[in-house]
């Protein structure tokens, strides 16, 4: 069983690391023989060299920027749930918050983390860019959990309402194992999406110490140093994809041996 996971997880990696080497090797290859300058376009070797020499920088960097992804990831997704079991609830409520989340969620990012910077938090803070990436994600949890919630098979319904089971019941037996799933798939999207959020809300002021200052900073200077913290970034949104893998995958474990059973 393990000889074949591993063979299986070697056939899926085979594919996407030989197209990487490919672009890298195309890459070095047109730099060199077109002669392109570092500041247009540096090679792989020479930003490779970069990220290495400023390994622990890029770290430290990465590490400000992942803390308000995660922050904000967490605080997203506890909110987003709490909100949908309450407007599942409740239909009133849905008709008020669902039109305001979608108008919060479609304010630029420009906007809103200046006015908290300005107005609310300071400079100094990254609970900003915390809120705003909490904001994003809400609305993503919002939307698919609620969606999960509700649409539940009719015959279950009918089979807890000939039980007399009270809403609570229905909730906790029925709607809340639906939504699972949609959670998983809104955490899956949530996650690359709150690294991405919490990079953008750097350029828009408070503390210089994310990644996207270091990159806003480096532009003056060598390229090759520009791209060694964008491989950071990429790096940070890896991990929180791959996290968010983790997850739905475990939440499969978890589910196939109760549909065996």
């Not at 915390?130 to 539940?152: D, E």
């Not at 060694?228 to 939440?251: D, K, M, P, Q, W």
């Amino acid at each position: 069983m393990t000889e074949s996971r591993s063979r299986r997880l070697g056939d899926a990696l085979i594919a996407p690391v030989c197209f990487g080497v490919g672009i890298l090797a195309a890459w070095e290859a047109v730099v060199r023989v077109t002669g392109l300058k570092p500041f247009v376009l540096p090679a792989p070797t020479a930003i490779w060299t970069a990220f290495t020499d400023r390994f622990s920088d890029v770290v430290d960097k990465s590490m400000v920027t992942g803390a308000n992804a995660l922050i904000g990831l967490v605080l997203g997704a506890v909110f987003g749930i709490a909100m949908s079991f309450v407007i599942v609830r409740f239909r009133l409520l849905e008709e008020l918050v669902t039109p305001l989340a979608v108008a919060l969620n479609a304010v630029p990012i420009v906007v809103i983390v200046p006015v908290l910077n300005n107005m609310l938090f300071g400079t100094t803070s990254q609970v900003p860019r915390r809120l705003m990436v909490t904001l994003i994600v809400f609305f993503v949890v919002l939307v698919n959990v609620s969606k999960g919630l509700r649409q539940v098979s009719p015959t279950q319904l009918e089979l807890m309402r000939s039980y007399a089971a009270s809403p609570w019941e229905v909730m906790k037996k029925v709607r809340v194992p639906n939504s699972i799933g949609y959670l998983v798939t809104a955490l899956r999207i949530a996650a690359p999406l709150a690294v991405i959020t919490a990079f953008v809300s750097e350029y828009f002021g408070g503390p210089q110490d994310g990644l996207a200052n270091a990159v806003t900073n480096s532009l003056n200077g060598s390229k090759d140093v520009t791209w060694a913290y964008v491989i950071g970034a990429s790096t940070l949104g890896l991990i929180f994809y791959l996290a968010s893998i983790g997850v739905e995958r475990v939440n499969d474990a978890t589910r196939g041996p109760r549909q065996a059973t």
